[in-house]
């Protein structure tokens, strides 16, 4: 493994000449605009393709979650465990019916329709935004390379002040475009069920609690 170090430094900060040629580089400069909650700049170190497929995949889970409001409602004031399957695939016409249903965990309480119509950076940064994936750090250990245009960056989230296991380590996924590192973004970047969970109107889900205890 090719080893680095880093925690925390500036997004724009280079140590001599251009980091795009590194993936431990690529993923500490992304890992440092998480942890400054700076979005739109950690989506520029994600490699476009990945972000076309995040952008779909989070629609059809979107979707599915409108589809399924009724259901889902239900189980939370029966105190049931969900048991709705998320869509893989963005449905066309699913979109059509349900995109005018407002989503209360994006700030400005978009609806599916709107965020669908937003450029896939757009959309990732609105996303993460909305997930709130940030620790207190992140440290990058080094990477791992798999042939000429995949790499796989270990690194360890430092969440200040949390319990957990301080030797814990989690993997990114690297690939190279047009000569250039870019990660890949994942669920475990971006928080999907965080969202998934506050979508609904507060008003509904405070009625769904009072429900559940009554």
């Given at each position: 493994?090719?080893?680095?170090?880093?925690?925390?430094?500036?997004?724009?900060?280079?140590?001599?000449?251009?980091?795009?040629?590194?993936?431990?580089?690529?993923?500490?400069?992304?890992?440092?605009?998480?942890?400054?909650?700076?979005?739109?700049?950690?989506?520029?170190?994600?490699?476009?393709?990945?972000?076309?497929?995040?952008?779909?995949?989070?629609?059809?889970?979107?979707?599915?979650?409108?589809?399924?409001?009724?259901?889902?409602?239900?189980?939370?004031?029966?105190?049931?465990?969900?048991?709705?399957?998320?869509?893989?695939?963005?449905?066309?016409?699913?979109?059509?019916?349900?995109?005018?249903?407002?989503?209360?965990?994006?700030?400005?309480?978009?609806?599916?329709?709107?965020?669908?119509?937003?450029?896939?950076?757009?959309?990732?940064?609105?996303?993460?935004?909305?997930?709130?994936?940030?620790?207190?750090?992140?440290?990058?250990?080094?990477?791992?390379?798999?042939?000429?245009?995949?790499?796989?960056?270990?690194?360890?989230?430092?969440?200040?002040?949390?319990?957990?296991?301080?030797?814990?380590?989690?993997?990114l996924r690297a690939r190279r475009h047009d000569g250039r590192w870019h990660v890949l973004l994942n669920q475990e970047l971006a928080d999907a069920a965080?969202?998934?969970?506050?979508?609904?109107?507060?008003d509904d889900q405070d009625e769904s609690i009072q429900a559940g205890l009554r």
């Amino acid at each position: 493994m090719i080893p680095t170090s880093s925690v925390r430094p500036h997004p724009d900060a280079k140590n001599g000449g251009s980091s795009d040629d590194d993936p431990s580089h690529v993923a500490t400069d992304f890992f440092a605009a998480l942890a400054l909650e700076d979005w739109d700049h950690a989506v520029r170190y994600v490699e476009p393709r990945s972000l076309a497929e995040f952008r779909e995949s989070q629609l059809a889970q979107l979707v599915s979650w409108a589809v399924h409001r009724d259901e889902i409602r239900q189980a939370r004031s029966d105190r049931n465990t969900q048991t709705t399957t998320p869509e893989r695939a963005l449905d066309a016409e699913l979109l059509d019916r349900h995109g005018d249903v407002p989503l209360h965990a994006f700030d400005g309480a978009p609806t599916i329709r709107e965020l669908a119509v937003l450029p896939a950076e757009t959309f990732a940064a609105r996303f993460l935004g909305a997930s709130r994936p940030t620790p207190g750090a992140y440290r990058v250990l080094g990477h791992v390379l798999e042939g000429d245009d995949t790499a796989h960056v270990v690194y360890r989230p430092i969440d200040a002040g949390l319990p957990g296991d301080p030797h814990a380590v989690a993997v990114l996924r690297a690939r190279r475009h047009d000569g250039r590192w870019h990660v890949l973004l994942n669920q475990e970047l971006a928080d999907a069920a965080f969202i998934l969970f506050h979508l609904d109107d507060p008003d509904d889900q405070d009625e769904s609690i009072q429900a559940g205890l009554r």
